[in-house]
Nanobody, 120 residues
């Protein structure tokens, strides 16, 4: 199982960006999915997560600006980011809690990260 994230670019403050992440491989079921970020000099923190039935949870710093969604048919999770601020600059990682075919284990998978840079 692999998670592939994309969409990170350089954008000006106040702009918008959409990140995408797709899971591939021998997947039986995907439970929660989410986005985390690591800003320069800081630890990785949660941006937003979404349950298997589509209930979102947001970090305080992105509420009202970011929207997480998922497409279960495509094994994908998205992050729509609006009104971007320089402090949103970070490497964004997607995450999925996935059960592979032939197993019953729920494993936490991470994508490779995509860099979002917000200029002031």
């Amino acid at each position: 199982v692999q998670l592939q994230a994309s969409g990170g670019v350089l954008v000006q403050a106040g702009g918008s960006l959409r990140l995408s992440c797709t899971a591939s491989g021998s997947i039986l079921r995907i439970n929660a999915m989410g986005w985390y970020r690591r800003a320069p000099g800081k630890e990785r923190s949660r941006v937003a997560t979404i349950t298997g039935v589509g209930s979102p949870i947001y970090g305080d710093s992105v509420k009202g600006r970011f929207t997480i969604s998922r497409d279960n048919a495509k094994n994908a999770v998205y992050l729509q980011m609006n009104d971007l601020k320089p402090e949103d600059t970070a490497v964004y990682y997607c995450n999925g809690k996935i059960t592979s075919r032939g197993t019953t284990d729920l494993v936490n998978y991470w994508g490779q990260g995509t860099l979002v840079t917000v200029s002031s």
